[in-house]
């Protein structure tokens, strides 16, 4: 059975879920829009908050662990922490080294991937191109990107890796972008992402959209316009914690929050 819900409502309560979860405020509010862009491109986001929330919830009060390798870039030990918790952080990283020429982060033993074009989609911002490589089997490797457009971004993903890295270095202001993305996919192993930040120029639509880019404001104007179909068990799954986060105290204030 499923359901049709509205992205406002969407980014609406899942604050409060992340809330209920155990996350601090700002996390939650950061990881909200994740959520939302999740359900958005299809990730399936609000299916594992609610198979895997042990599991989520067991890694809050982890600590994260950062060191800076020379002639690499950031590695993260993540800790078994979620990727709508630190994935934003570890590209910040990545894009800030960009800055001094290295724009490499490694983010090890982190749960969630299933949320990658959803970070990706999130963390766009003119003038840098994103790339995100996750291992799909010890020596095989999958690649997401997102370019500056004119017309809002684009995500790149499901089509061939060499491809996809044309299309992402015909906009780069540096000519070593395959080197680069060499040396990052070296090192990601199954449950690892790595993340590439890179200089760019908008890129040409065109080419991009005859390999399948997605247009990502066009993608969220159109959820906007039509809702989400959510399954239903997921969707009380998102309001049962949201209801943890409120925790009426009194019959009145629970017939307030409409619970």
Same mark, same amino acid.
């Given at each position: 059975?499923?359901?049709?819900?509205?992205?406002?409502?969407?980014?609406?309560?899942?604050?409060?879920?992340?809330?209920?979860?155990?996350?601090?405020?700002?996390? &939650?509010?950061?990881?909200? $829009?994740?959520?939302?862009? @999740? +359900?958005?491109?299809?990730?399936?986001?609000?299916?594992?908050?609610?198979? =895997? *929330? %042990? *599991?989520?919830? &067991? #890694?809050?009060?982890?600590?994260?662990?950062?060191?800076?390798?020379? @002639?690499?870039?950031?590695?993260?030990?993540?800790?078994?922490?979620?990727?709508? +918790? /630190?994935?934003?952080?570890?590209?910040?990283? %990545?894009?800030?080294?960009?800055?001094?020429?290295?724009?490499?982060?490694?983010?090890?033993?982190?749960? @969630?991937?299933?949320?990658?074009?959803?970070?990706?989609? %999130?963390?766009?911002?003119?003038?840098?191109?994103?790339?995100?490589?996750?291992?799909?089997?010890?020596?095989?490797?999958?690649?997401? !990107?997102?370019?500056? $457009? !004119?017309? @809002?971004?684009?995500?790149?993903? =499901?089509?061939?890796?060499?491809?996809?890295?044309?299309?992402?270095?015909?906009? %780069? =202001?540096?000519?070593?972008?395959?080197?680069?993305?060499?040396?990052?996919?070296?090192?990601? *192993?199954?449950?690892?992402?790595?993340?590439?930040?890179?200089?760019?120029?908008?890129?040409?639509?065109?080419? #991009?959209?005859?390999?399948?880019? /997605?247009?990502?404001?066009?993608?969220?104007?159109? &959820?906007?316009?039509?809702?989400?179909?959510?399954? #239903?068990?997921?969707?009380?799954?998102?309001?049962?914690?949201?209801?943890?986060?409120?925790?009426?105290? $009194? +019959?009145?204030?629970?017939?307030?929050?409409?619970?």
């Amino acid at each position: 059975m499923t359901m049709q819900a509205a992205v406002g409502e969407l980014a609406r309560v899942s604050v409060w879920s992340l809330r209920g979860l155990g996350y601090k405020f700002g996390i &939650a509010e950061r990881g909200a $829009s994740l959520v939302t862009w @999740g +359900e958005v491109l299809g990730c399936g986001i609000l299916r594992r908050m609610r198979t =895997d *929330e %042990a *599991e989520i919830g &067991a #890694a809050i009060r982890e600590t994260v662990r950062r060191t800076k390798e020379p @002639g690499f870039g950031y590695v993260v030990d993540a800790c078994g922490k979620h990727l709508f +918790e /630190i994935g934003l952080p570890a590209i910040d990283l %990545a894009t800030a080294a960009a800055l001094q020429g290295t724009g490499r982060t490694l983010l090890e033993r982190v749960r @969630g991937l299933d949320l990658l074009p959803a970070v990706c989609a %999130a963390a766009r911002r003119d003038g840098f191109a994103l790339l995100a490589v996750e291992a799909t089997a010890p020596a095989a490797h999958r690649w997401t !990107a997102v370019l500056p $457009s !004119a017309r @809002g971004g684009l995500l790149l993903r =499901d089509m061939p890796t060499g491809s996809l890295l044309d299309l992402v270095a015909a906009t %780069a =202001d540096a000519g070593n972008l395959r080197e680069d993305a060499a040396k990052l996919a070296t090192r990601v *192993e199954p449950g690892a992402v790595g993340f590439l930040a890179i200089p760019c120029r908008p890129a040409d639509e065109a080419p #991009a959209r005859l390999n399948g880019a /997605i247009r990502l404001a066009e993608r969220w104007r159109e &959820a906007n316009r039509h809702g989400l179909v959510i399954a #239903a068990e997921d969707l009380r799954h998102l309001y049962d914690l949201e209801k943890r986060a409120w925790a009426p105290t $009194s +019959e009145r204030s629970r017939s307030q929050a409409a619970f």
